[in-house]
């Protein structure tokens, strides 16, 4: 059963694609079930998803479920936390095999790695007056998966001690704020090389969003390919189509791949699965052309489930 409409190469098409290669689910810090998340996607017409939660494969076999009943193609992925030059850079990893290799005891090691934060962060909230932080976030997670920070950013709303999830990470838990514990993660390449090692493909995730200057971006994009990386969100949600097309420059500029998608964490916001700007017109080729994924796409994506 190959996938209908894969486009071949980005045309300046402006209509959305019906294509989602990252989003999150309950499995991290989205509220959606795997299979709910799934049918919200089936439901919005898109034909090829990929589940990303933070650090986990945990969801993707009930995503895989639900995504054969909807007639759905799914591919495994995740997202996983990694430091680079003193930032917490986010590495997508397309897994047409699941899960394999050494990437299993990565993310047996990220999961430890959470573990241990969240007592870190709790600490230090517990020095900006949140009082049991730990039992709270795992009381906001209301479930035993691990915690991230939207967790204790729920906590300090709920104890009253900020009005909003914005507030909590502008002065507590965002980039350089106490509770922005990086050290457990780690480096960029050595979870590229996980990625790698598991046969998929490491996607570069939104590379626009930590505020680096236009150099800075392509030393971390340089680094990415020296390190294996393969591809890179172009289109990451909703942004500037200047910026697009300059960021599909620097693509280009190092024969890396282009993905695209929402970072889709729950619905009653502007987001939505398969909902990000428009890509324009570019050279840069779609990641779903990439000879890992593109075979994936031809053959049966049923194939793959048992690998999972
Ligand atoms: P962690 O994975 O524990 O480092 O937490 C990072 C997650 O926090 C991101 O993936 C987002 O889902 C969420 N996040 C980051 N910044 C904000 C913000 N300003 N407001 C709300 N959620 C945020
Ligand atoms: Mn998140
Ligand atoms: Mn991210
Ligand atoms: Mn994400």
Redesign the pocket.
Known sequence: MPIPDMPPRFAGDPDPLGIDLHMHSTAS?GTLSPAALVALCAERGLALMALTD?DTVAGVEAAQRAAREHGIALLAGTEL?TRWSGL?IHVVGLLPQGAQGRLVEGLAAQAEARARRAEVIAERLAKVGLHDALARAREQAGSERPL???DF?RALVAAGLVAD??EA??KHL?NGKAGDVKAHWPPLAEAVAWIRDAGGVAVLAHPLRHGLTRRKRGLLLDDFVAAGGQAAELVSGFQNPDVTRDLARQLDERGLYASLGSDF?FPGRHLAPGSMSAVPRTAVPPVWTHPWLASWLEAPPRATCTAL
């Open positions: 810090d933070h936390s917490n991230g920070r939207p950013a999830m914005g990470f502008r965002g964490h």
